[in-house]
């Protein structure tokens, strides 16, 4: 499924005045492409991955995932398809704390319709590709922050979602775990999905087929992956 910026705003009012989070951006991301930005902190990147998700909404603009457009939905088709269609990995991990780590993962699953034995099942395995089984029935305050940074990946690869989106999502996990994952969406980006990673790290970057640079809410700079797959890090 396609993710489509077109002339993407987003301002903030304050009583300053006028912020230009992002500023007239467009981009494409492909099925099978995985695309990182890069930048300052401060220069837009976390806003725009929020437009992005549905999360946001532009001030001017459009944003499109396969044939909807964000802006247009209303909050309950909005809603599902965020929840069918959209993974999202946040910085901040967003893990309910009265569901144990197991439930947070098979949570959207239900939600789209999916009985909850099945959902439990795919959540298991999703956490079992992350992080370790004896986990899976802890609850969020039981567990480190890298441990909770697992789950979060966990719950937005589970299924077959189209679009992933992650912020910083290696920023938690010793650098043995963040290949891992790196490598994880790296092979979803493989078998089909647009993902969007969102990382300081050049090194988590060169997994991306293209490095998006911000500066002050505007796309400054786009380069394309110089090494092949077999040359990224193992």
């Known amino acids: 499924m396609r993710l489509q910026l077109r002339n993407v705003n987003r301002v903030f009012r304050t009583k300053a005045g006028s ?18 930005i890069t930048g300052r902190s401060g220069c837009g990147k976390t806003t725009l991955l929020n437009l992005m998700g549905g999360i ?22 909005l809603a599902r398809v965020r929840r069918n269609s959209i993974g ?12 144990t780590a197991a439930e947070n993962v098979a949570m959207p699953l239900e939600l789209g319709g999916m009985k909850p034995r099945p959902a439990a099942e795919q ?24 441990q909770q940074q697992r789950v979060a990946i966990a719950r937005a690869l589970v299924g077959e979602r189209s679009v992933l989106l992650a912020d910083e999502p290696t920023g938690a996990l010793d650098e043995l775990t963040a290949e891992v994952i790196m490598r994880m969406l790296f092979e979803r980006a493989q078998r089909g999905a647009a993902v969007v ?4 790290d050049p090194g988590q970057a060169a997994w991306a087929d293209r490095v998006v640079r911000m500066s002050d809410g505007v796309i400054v700079e786009t380069t394309e992956r110089s090494a092949t797959p077999t040359e990224l890090p193992v």
């Open 123 to 146: 959540a298991r395995e999703a956490l079992a590709g992350v992080i370790e089984r004896d986990v899976a029935d802890a609850f969020p305050d039981e567990l480190s922050g890298g």
């Open 19 to 36: 912020v230009d989070a992002v500023h007239d951006v467009s981009l494409n991301v492909e099925p099978g492409e995985m695309v990182a």
């Open 88 to 99: 999202y990995v946040f910085q901040d991990f967003n893990l309910i704390p009265t569901l």
């Open 56 to 77: 946001d909404r532009p001030s001017s603009g459009s944003i499109l995932v396969g044939g909807w457009t964000l802006g247009e939905l209303s909050v309950r088709d």
């Open 197 to 200: 990673v969102v990382t300081h």
